[in-house]
């Protein structure tokens, strides 16, 4: 059974750091793309960072270099590294996987979440 | 990054009625369109991947039609547990996968 549990948020200060993780279960990380969505309250999902099984990440614009996702293979665990963080970064953050279908051209589609981790940012 | 358009912003409608939901992309992204659900305290549910292919154990009154600009979701008889959020998702690019506004279908 696909499981993805995320960890790691919490009440943290403006320019503060923090790292969630995303424990998978089921199927292995590297073997597919993996991706964050985070929701801020009462406002709509949001997509924030991906990692190709090649290991190729992207970003959302407003992530402006301060986040790092990255993946450890031998803990199936996929990270989020936040940086200098913001209020407006206070959300739940999900941990999505990404499966695909090959054809004429690849669609992408987030079959598995996890729960969600709250990340709050304020002082 | 790709601009996504939902319509309407939340409906109000009765157990049984048939239910549209439209989103549109702000360029051609041929059929790179999703649909999931979202109910509060859950994790968000695929309904609906390459515009119109049905994810494995999601009900068929769920179904989505359309391509290039606009899409719809269509729930074709609407019933209690299907009142939730439902999102957009452009996947055209990989390297942003941009959700739509949500529309909020709430009980009348």
């Known amino acids: 059974e696909v499981q993805l549990v995320e960890s790691g948020g919490g009440l943290i200060q403006p320019g503060g750091s923090l790292r969630l993780s995303c424990a998978a279960s089921g199927f292995i990380i590297s073997s597919n793309y993996m991706s964050w969505v985070r929701q801020a309250p009462g406002k709509g999902l949001e997509w924030v960072s991906i990692?190709?099984?090649?290991?190729?990440?992207y970003y959302a614009d407003f992530v402006e270099g301060r986040f790092t996702i990255s993946r450890d293979n031998s803990k199936n665990i996929v990270y989020l590294q936040m940086h200098s963080l913001r209020a407006e970064d206070t959300a739940l953050y999900y941990c999505?996987?990404?499966?695909?279908?090959?054809?004429?051209?690849?669609?992408?589609?987030?079959?598995?979440w996890g729960q969600g981790t709250l990340v709050t940012v304020s002082s | 990054d790709i601009q996504m358009t939902q319509s309407p912003p939340s409906l109000s409608a009765s157990v049984g009625d048939r239910v549209t939901i439209t989103c549109r992309a702000g360029q051609n992204i041929k059929k790179y369109l999703n649909w999931y659900q979202h109910k509060p305290g859950k994790a968000p549910k695929l309904l609906i991947y390459?515009?119109?292919s049905l994810q494995s154990g999601v009900p068929s009154r769920f179904s989505g039609s359309g391509s290039g600009t606009d899409f719809t979701l269509t729930i074709s008889s609407l019933q209690p547990e299907d009142f939730a959020t439902y999102y957009c998702?452009?996947?055209?690019?990989?390297?942003?996968?941009?959700f739509g506004g949500g529309t909020k279908v709430e009980i009348k």
């Open positions: 999505a996987r990404v499966s695909s279908i090959s054809g004429a051209v690849t669609t992408y589609y987030f079959d598995y």
């Open positions: 990692i190709y099984s090649g290991g190729s990440t």
């Open positions: 998702q452009e996947t055209y690019s990989p390297r942003a996968l941009t």
């Open positions: 390459a515009a119109s």
